[in-house]
């Protein structure tokens, strides 16, 4: 999740003079009428005798939980990648209930339209290549809009893991993200501050971790969970100052240093390896007719299909998907037993070029969908498109098993301070609403 700090002390406090609020913790033995006036910033956890299915749809118990509505802005950062998006405010209205295990969350977010198909394989009859769309809008010289993206719909939230991370109070979000922070290169004779260009999220100190929600079509959303990730400080300064801040501290969860670092510059930290889960690219290189140039092709497809994913077990023994072995010049794929020719009408092409102007129903995923595993999957997640939004109900317990300090902790029911982003068909670019607090209605 790529939510941005800017790039000096001025807008962010231009950004929390926006926001308007921050609220100091409140006693442990509150008690808060469910009632209270929605500010914008507070979210109260309703206590529940009766546990909410997690299915999508809105169980009578959430009647008693207050709406806490919102609108998130697009920020401007300053480095181009939100060009296009600027001006964009999402709205969001979230609720929260706990019992003695559990604490339970539902999102709405308004969306005119669903977009899980992310940068889908398409057909270009001219060139006769595959290529992939956008998963970014594709603006001109001027800043007109030529192409809109093909990115994902999603949903986020950020949590400061033991109040680890003392910026976490006052900026949430973007207590860790690092774009346009200046940064003092050391790797030149006499050290410079250059500008940073890389967005990535790292934390300010070893100590300092924050908990990170991700409702994700390409992470475990299709399988029934959120991407449970975390945040950390990258190796440090010593690392980030060489790297331009490039020192990205966004980890899956059960994921550790594994004690060594890369052997070139900027000499990053190295992690322990994750399991094959969540997805993969369904992208391969073959020769044009088995001895031409090399060219881009699908993997793995499921002839005459029009939905906008594979998953993994499709392409497993008695799976449904088939493996691409080659192409020919003309652009025509071949697998095992058949071929398929996107010259032939235009479900595999796009249907124009301009900005509102889509593609065939039979273009391809680009991702191999799996589901997450063990630390990862955390917190339950049904995300139910109702044909004018999203609908995000999830749950995780108060309190998981987790030993290395990546999940936040509920059980005392103190105060949380924490952010959210919303992404409308865009794979970086997204809403944020900072310096949200959930409260716990006892």
């Known amino acids: ?241 060489l790297a331009g801040g490039n020192g990205n501290g966004r980890h899956f969860d059960d994921l550790v240093p594994n004690g060594t670092a890369s052997t070139t510059w900027p000499y990053r930290p190295n992690y322990t390896a994750d399991a094959t889960q969540g997805s993969a690219n369904n992208s391969q290189n073959l020769k044009l007719d088995g001895t031409g140039t090399s060219v881009a092709v699908p993997l793995w497809v499921i002839p005459n299909s029009t939905v906008g994913f594979i998953k993994v077990e499709d392409t497993l023994a008695g799976g449904t998907a088939v493996k691409i072995t080659g192409v020919s010049s003309a652009g025509v794929l071949s697998y095992t037993t058949g071929t398929i020719d996107p010259n032939v009408g235009t479900d595999y092409q796009r249907l124009g070029t301009t900005a509102t102007s889509g593609i065939g129903a039979k273009c391809f995923p680009s991702v191999i969908l799996s589901a997450v595993k063990a630390g990862r999957a955390d917190i339950n997640l049904s995300a139910v498109y109702t044909g004018s939004g999203w609908i995000y109900e999830f749950k995780r317990l108060l309190k998981t098993a987790d030993v290395l300090k990546q999940d936040v902790n509920f059980s005392s029911l103190a105060d949380q301070p924490f952010g959210v982003a919303i992404f409308d068909k865009s794979n970086y670019q997204h809403a944020i609403k900072a310096n949200l607090v959930l409260k716990f209605k006892k």
């Open 1 to 241: 999740m790529k939510l941005f700090q800017s790039k000096y002390i001025w807008v962010i406090t231009s950004f929390v003079l926006f926001t308007g609020y921050w609220v100091s913790c409140t006693k442990d033995d509150q008690v808060l009428d469910v009632a209270t006036a929605v500010n914008g910033t507070e979210l109260f956890s309703q206590l529940t005798s009766t546990a909410p299915t997690i299915d999508g749809a809105i169980d009578a118990a959430w009647d008693k939980a207050a709406k806490l509505n919102f609108d998130a802005p697009m920020p401007d950062p300053g480095n181009g990648l939100w060009a296009g998006y600027q001006g964009i405010t999402l709205p969001a209205t979230l609720r929260s209930m706990y019992d003695n295990q559990y604490i339970y969350f539902l999102a709405e977010v308004p969306d005119k339209d669903k977009n899980i198909n992310v940068s889908p394989w398409y057909f270009d009859p001219v060139t006769k290549l595959w290529n992939k769309e956008p998963g970014s809008r594709t603006l001109d010289a001027n800043g007109n809009l030529l192409r809109e993206g093909f990115g994902k719909d999603q949903f986020a939230m950020l949590w400061n893991i033991d109040n680890s991370t003392p910026k976490f109070t006052t900026q949430t979000c973007y207590a860790s993200c690092h774009i346009f922070t200046p940064y003092l290169d050391y790797s030149t004779p006499t050290p410079i501050y250059k500008s940073n260009n890389s967005g990535n999220h790292y934390s300010n100190a070893q100590s300092e971790k924050i908990d990170q929600w991700w409702a994700h079509p390409q992470r475990g959303m299709l399988y029934g969970y959120m991407d449970d990730n975390y945040q950390d400080w990258a190796g440090g300064p010593a690392v980030t100052s």
